[in-house]
Each structure stands twice: as structure tokens, then as C-alpha cells.
């Protein structure tokens, strides 16, 4: 067995794995110092050590993250099939009818995506919360005003884009599920432009975008939008081109996990 063909192809497959180890030559000691009969018995023990440190912690992450994903899904999906099913909630015979139905289905389909993810990495699913979208009262005709329904709805989008755009670097190990992830905040940005367009027509003074820390909406959702005012992207300052307003407009501020759990707690029992 040549070990140095053996981690060249794995360095093929991952350029980035000495990277989680201390470094190439150190793997390459620490094998050196396998010898004889004995010592190519426990070879494959020793890829085994090898890939639980450079894997075994990006792994728990990555389906921490997929759990954290997912219980942001959850809160949507359940939103909108509650949404759906609220008796004259929705105007009949409009396009809403059928947009947030649309709506519903692909935040449906996010669901099932990442318990199917979760499973695969050999994780378990969290259970769905239990939820309050009146957050404790604040939004007590969320069910009964569709005004009302709409604003929380455009929250909820605007807060999903910017928590999936804040834990995309702990992917990064894996394509495929980076890959996933960065389609679902693609829908999750249409969304949210979709419900803000909607609450335009209905007379809300929001654009498809967010402008500075600006909600649209009120305090009570003031938590999804600061950090947003932002002008200055990786040390330069879009101001020197734009104006302030632009400069914010152009760019999405991602959201840490304790401020999007801080965010969505009102509305978890």
C-alpha cells in the first residue's frame, strides 16, 4: 500500500483536508511511523483517525446548521397552511390565492428537504415547536386581517434570508448541501420580494427591497431589520458611489443565529 498515493487522492477529492489537519507533512509523519506487517494492519485505523478529525466536527455542524434551518421552516411552513386554511383570511378570486399557496408548498418542500438531509448525514430531525403567531398578542388578528397576515409573512421572508445568508460559511465542507442551501435563500429572497410587492399594492409603503434598517411595519419587527443600514462592504465604503439608501439597498446583512433565535422566540410556545 503506497500512502502517499493514497493521501494524494484523497487530497484530490479535498484539497481543503489538510487544512482541518495540522498539515500534510503532519500526516505523513504520523504514518511514517507505521511499519511492517503489524503496522499495515492498523493503516485503515488510522485513515479512520484521520477523517474523524478532519470530518467529525464539520459534520455536527452541518446538521446543526440543517436543524437550525429546519426549525425556521418549520415556523414558515406552518405559517402559511394555517394561512391557507383560514376561513376568508385570503381575498377569493385574486392572484393571492394562488401566491401564497405557491408560497406555502415551497416552504412544504424546504421541510421535507432538510429532514431528508438530516437523516442522510445520520443526524436526527428536531420535532416542530409548538407556535404562537400572534407572538404572545402582537399579532392577534394574524389569522383574521390578511394585512396584518401579510406583514408577519413578510418578516418571517426577510428573516430567512438574511439567517440562511449568516450560517452558509459553517456549509462549506459540503457542496451539495451548500449547494441546497443557497437555493433555498434564493426562494426565500423571492418570497420575501413577492409579499413586499403585495403589501405595496395594498397601500404599505415598502419597496421589494429594504431600504436602511426600514421595515415597513413597526417596532415589533425591528429586530429583523437592524444591521441593515450598513453602507460599507468588506472595508469599502459604497457611499463614495451611491447614495446612502442605495448603498444599503445593495446588500443583504446576514443575521447570527442568536439574533434569529432572539427574532422568531415570540413566536415559539
Same mark, same amino acid.
Do not use: C
Given at each position: 500500500m503506497n500512502l502517499h498515493?493514497?493521501?494524494?487522492?484523497?487530497?484530490?477529492?479535498?484539497?481543503?483536508?489538510? #487544512?482541518?489537519?495540522?498539515?500534510r507533512r503532519s500526516a505523513m509523519r504520523s504514518f511514517a511511523k507505521i511499519g #511492517?506487517?503489524?503496522?499495515?494492519?492498523a493503516v485503515p485505523l488510522a485513515l479512520g483517525s484521520m477523517f474523524k478529525k478532519a470530518y467529525g466536527q464539520t459534520s455536527n455542524t452541518i446538521v446543526g446548521v440543517l436543524n437550525y434551518a429546519l426549525t425556521l421552516e418549520y415556523l414558515e411552513s406552518e405559517f402559511y397552511i394555517m394561512g391557507v386554511s383560514a376561513p376568508g383570511l385570503i381575498p377569493a378570486g385574486t392572484p393571492a390565492v394562488g401566491a401564497i399557496t405557491t408560497i406555502r408548498d415551497h416552504e412544504v418542500a424546504h421541510v421535507a428537504f432538510l429532514?431528508?438531509?438530516?437523516?442522510?448525514?445520520?443526524?436526527?430531525?428536531?420535532?416542530?415547536?409548538? =407556535?404562537d403567531f400572534t407572538a404572545g398578542g402582537a399579532f392577534a388578528n394574524v389569522f383574521t386581517n390578511y394585512d396584518t397576515f401579510l406583514a408577519v409573512s413578510q418578516t418571517f421572508e426577510d428573516t430567512g434570508v438574511r439567517a440562511y445568508k449568516g450560517r452558509a460559511g459553517d456549509l462549506m465542507s459540503n457542496n451539495d448541501v451548500l449547494t441546497a442551501a443557497l437555493q433555498i435563500h434564493a426562494v426565500e429572497a423571492r418570497h420575501a420580494s413577492h409579499v413586499r410587492q403585495m403589501r405595496k399594492a395594498r397601500g404599505a409603503n415598502v419597496k421589494p427591497w429594504i431600504t436602511g434598517k426600514d421595515s415597513g411595519i413597526g417596532a415589533a419587527v425591528q429586530a429583523s431589520y437592524n444591521g441593515e443600514e450598513l453602507t460599507t462592504q468588506a472595508t469599502v465604503d459604497i457611499t463614495k458611489f451611491v447614495s446612502a439608501n442605495a448603498a444599503t439597498e445593495a446588500f443583504d446583512?446576514?443575521?447570527?443565529?442568536?439574533?434569529?433565535?432572539?427574532?422568531? #422566540?415570540? =413566536?415559539?410556545?
Amino acid at each position: 500500500m503506497n500512502l502517499h498515493n493514497v493521501l494524494a487522492e484523497i487530497e484530490k477529492t479535498d484539497p481543503e483536508i489538510y #487544512g482541518r489537519l495540522d498539515s500534510r507533512r503532519s500526516a505523513m509523519r504520523s504514518f511514517a511511523k507505521i511499519g #511492517g506487517k503489524l503496522a499495515l494492519a492498523a493503516v485503515p485505523l488510522a485513515l479512520g483517525s484521520m477523517f474523524k478529525k478532519a470530518y467529525g466536527q464539520t459534520s455536527n455542524t452541518i446538521v446543526g446548521v440543517l436543524n437550525y434551518a429546519l426549525t425556521l421552516e418549520y415556523l414558515e411552513s406552518e405559517f402559511y397552511i394555517m394561512g391557507v386554511s383560514a376561513p376568508g383570511l385570503i381575498p377569493a378570486g385574486t392572484p393571492a390565492v394562488g401566491a401564497i399557496t405557491t408560497i406555502r408548498d415551497h416552504e412544504v418542500a424546504h421541510v421535507a428537504f432538510l429532514k431528508t438531509a438530516i437523516t442522510s448525514l445520520g443526524g436526527s430531525p428536531v420535532a416542530k415547536p409548538t =407556535f404562537d403567531f400572534t407572538a404572545g398578542g402582537a399579532f392577534a388578528n394574524v389569522f383574521t386581517n390578511y394585512d396584518t397576515f401579510l406583514a408577519v409573512s413578510q418578516t418571517f421572508e426577510d428573516t430567512g434570508v438574511r439567517a440562511y445568508k449568516g450560517r452558509a460559511g459553517d456549509l462549506m465542507s459540503n457542496n451539495d448541501v451548500l449547494t441546497a442551501a443557497l437555493q433555498i435563500h434564493a426562494v426565500e429572497a423571492r418570497h420575501a420580494s413577492h409579499v413586499r410587492q403585495m403589501r405595496k399594492a395594498r397601500g404599505a409603503n415598502v419597496k421589494p427591497w429594504i431600504t436602511g434598517k426600514d421595515s415597513g411595519i413597526g417596532a415589533a419587527v425591528q429586530a429583523s431589520y437592524n444591521g441593515e443600514e450598513l453602507t460599507t462592504q468588506a472595508t469599502v465604503d459604497i457611499t463614495k458611489f451611491v447614495s446612502a439608501n442605495a448603498a444599503t439597498e445593495a446588500f443583504d446583512e446576514p443575521l447570527t443565529a442568536d439574533q434569529v433565535l432572539a427574532i422568531v #422566540g415570540p =413566536f415559539i410556545k
